[in-house]
């Protein structure tokens, strides 16, 4: 299936967006979020989440997907490259909010930022796992190997550009959990 490695992606995605949603709460109760959280956070949204998984869909498979047929300047393309960039804007916002909350301990435009990206990427990767994926699944069956191959070369290139691997995000992802279930 051409859209495995990223469905796996968003597995990886999903457990952090939880992390962030059980932060807004531990937020919203006042409770004090320290850099060791927000730190891996802004590290997996803008380097895993942004350059790594969003590199593999717009350089690997919507490039598959425009040969097989399916136009990117309107349509799903289009709505997904346009989501790319707004959940880019929105985990800008989340680093000047954290920079503010560590200096100041201003909470308010942190919780509201963090909401934002939630809802977002969450209507995101609903849009894929159930619209998008389903129709590149039906539409490029042929060329699954090739675009595999593609996909796990964009992600090793991109990862290796930003001196990471994909077992430092495992890793991050298990121990914000880990730190977020452990904050009272
Ligand atoms: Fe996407
Ligand atoms: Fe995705």
């Known amino acids: 299936m051409s859209t495995q490695s990223l469905r796996k992606d968003h597995k990886l995605i999903e457990k952090v ?3 962030l949603d059980a932060t807004i709460k531990l937020l919203k109760d006042g409770k004090q979020i320290p850099e060791e ?5 802004l590290d997996f949204t803008q380097n895993f989440t942004d350059v790594c998984h969003h ?3 717009e350089e690997a498979l919507f490039p598959a997907l425009e040969k097989a047929g399916m136009p990117t300047t309107m349509g799903p393309i289009h709505m997904m490259l346009l989501d790319h960039k707004r959940t880019k804007e929105i ?3 989340i680093s000047l909010a954290s920079k503010k909350y560590l ?3 201003d909470s308010a435009y942190l919780i509201e930022t963090l909401e934002l990206y939630v809802q977002h990427v969450t209507e995101h990767l609903w849009k894929e796992n159930n619209r998008l994926f389903m129709m ?6 042929d060329a699954t190997n090739e675009i595999d191959k593609n996909m796990d070369d964009i992600e090793e290139r991109k990862l290796s550009e930003l001196g990471k691997t994909r077992s430092h995000y495992e890793s991050l992802v298990d121990e ?3 730190n977020v279930s452990e904050i009272n």
């Open 37 to 41: 959280i927000l730190s891996p956070t």
């Open 103 to 105: 200096e100041n301990g």
């Open 55 to 57: 590199g593999k869909e």
């Open 17 to 19: 967006l939880q992390a």
């Open 176 to 178: 914000l959990e880990k």
């Open 136 to 141: 590149a699944d039906a539409r490029l069956n």
């Open 91 to 93: 985990a800008e916002h």
